[in-house]
């Protein structure tokens, strides 16, 4: 093995890096954006409003996040009014189409992580907001939401991860990502060890980075649970 | 929309050997996953430590990146390996082993965490209890462990089973003729990538579906006797 192939190659990674970095953080942004009032929507009982989003999470959970990423970036060409449309500038460039699948995609997970906190908000707490007087949006921004995102937490952290590990599919539509580097560096000089391995340190040291992160986050926001 | 121009049947191959690399890479996954839950909880160190590094290691790597280093890495691996061993002409690696053996071990990890939680849920008195009763070591596991780690492992092992499955998506990549990559033939040829995408993300639905459906009941069936809480 080789690594001086590497050192000399390291801008492409270094490139690739802050690709990575620009479509995991963007679309995780859009997605959590997004996610929050979907999943309070979803939560309600009047099956006109959540119905629609139970099957849009439904479909984006069941299908392979590839499979999201090809019907967008090829599928979209298909249709002959998209193509006319002022669309076409945004899903003819890999980096956009990349970035709306994550962004789907993401949001469908994250509207499922939250749903499952809202729903397991202990009843007295909100009854006690009923009693008190306060609005459904004053609870849900009050009482509901906060202990709602303390509780989804540890499952967003996995999002996160897993939306971290995704983004390297991006590399299969052009995009120069973290793997993109990689198989660059491997097609030009014949090394997948080196190349790849090189990848995986980069993603590895992302993944303990953000898991290191979190944990502090989450030290910060269960500091009221904590027994000293 | 959905017209399929006579590509129907080599999709439906393509979903086969989905189905067959899913259900091969779960095999080897689950197997993977028990030896590396009992490792992890031996009290062997070396076992311990290179339980815990496969486990954390597989988990801070994409799944591509693996599968592409163990595709392309592999390959000259085994070429070089070769005429270690007196055997000299090029091997060339199949694209199905490749996958199969990558997911298979991508999954072993996260098996392994699932199976150790439901190791650790079974109450420790009752294997001792077992051998006590002077059962072997392996009596105790498959009469005493097993049925009662299934329960516990059914919710974990479900997901992973879900996860798992999307992810054979990825081997179309490394050029194996699944239900993807042969969409994307048909795509090429009728230029309808949209159409034949859309087949294959309905495909997967009903996969997904049906495997939601036969987990639920396992789970129903495992918890039997057990209150809800």
């Known amino acids: ?228 | 929309m959905l017209n399929l121009q006579g590509y129907g049947p080599s999709i439906l191959q393509g979903t086969i050997l989905t189905m067959e690399l899913c259900l091969a890479s779960l095999v080897i996954a689950t197997f993977l996953g028990i030896i590396t839950a009992f490792a992890k909880l031996s009290s062997n160190r070396t076992l311990n430590i290179t339980a815990t590094a496969y486990t954390t290691v597989i988990r801070g790597i994409p799944d591509l990146v693996l599968m592409l280093l163990v595709f392309f890495g592999g390959q000259i691996f085994i070429n070089q390996l070769g005429p270690m061993v007196g055997y000299e002409e090029y091997i060339d690696i199949n694209p199905f082993v490749a996958g199969v053996s990558t997911i298979g071990f991508i999954f072993g990890a996260y098996m392994a965490e699932t199976f150790r939680g439901a190791i650790l849920a079974v109450p420790g008195g009752q294997l001792e209890a077992g051998s006590a009763y002077g059962m072997s070591r392996s009596k105790v596991f498959y009469r005493i462990l097993l049925p009662q780690m299934v329960r516990h492992a059914i919710p974990g092992f479900g997901n992973n089973w879900l996860v798992l499955m999307k992810t054979t998506a990825l081997v179309s990549i490394i050029g194996l003729n699944d239900m993807v990559r042969m969409a994307g033939f048909a795509a090429g040829a009728t230029r309808r990538p949209f159409t034949f995408y859309l087949v294959v993300a309905i495909n997967y639905l009903i996969l997904t579906s049906i495997s939601i459906l036969i987990l639920n009941r396992l789970n129903k069936k495992y918890s039997a006797g057990f209150i809800k809480d």
């Not at chain 1, 929050?36 to 409003?49: E, G």
């Not at chain 1, 460039?93 to 992580?113: D, K, Q, R, W």
């Open chain 1, 1 to 228: 093995m080789d690594f001086s192939i590497i050192f000399s190659n390291l801008d492409i990674y270094f490139e690739g890096l802050k690709n990575t970095l620009i479509l995991v953080s963007i679309s995780l942004a859009i997605g959590l954006i997004f996610a929050i009032p979907l999943a309070v929507l979803r939560t309600s009982k009047n099956l006109f409003v959540s119905a629609p989003i139970q099957a849009y999470v439904y479909c984006f959970r069941g299908t392979p996040l590839l499979v999201q990423m090809f019907i967008i970036y090829y599928g979209m060409g298909q249709f002959e009014l998209i193509k006319a449309s002022f669309l076409w500038i945004f899903f003819k460039e890999a980096y956009f189409c990349a970035l709306f699948a994550f962004a789907l995609n993401s949001c469908a997970y994250t509207i499922e992580i939250i749903r499952g906190a809202i729903e397991n908000t202990p009843h007295g707490e909100v009854e006690a907001a009923k009693a008190a007087g306060m609005s459904t949006f004053l609870r849900f921004r009050r009482i509901i939401l906060p202990s709602a995102f303390r509780r989804a937490l540890p499952s967003y952290s996995n999002e996160i991860i897993f939306m971290l590990h995704g983004s390297s599919l991006a590399s299969v539509i052009t995009i120069v990502d973290i793997t993109g580097a990689a198989r660059i560096v491997n097609s030009r000089f014949y090394s997948p060890y080196e190349a790849f391995l090189t990848a995986a340190v980069f993603y590895m040291s992302i993944t303990f980075i953000i898991v290191w992160l979190l944990k502090k986050l989450e030290f910060k926001w269960y500091a009221h649970l904590r027994r000293e």
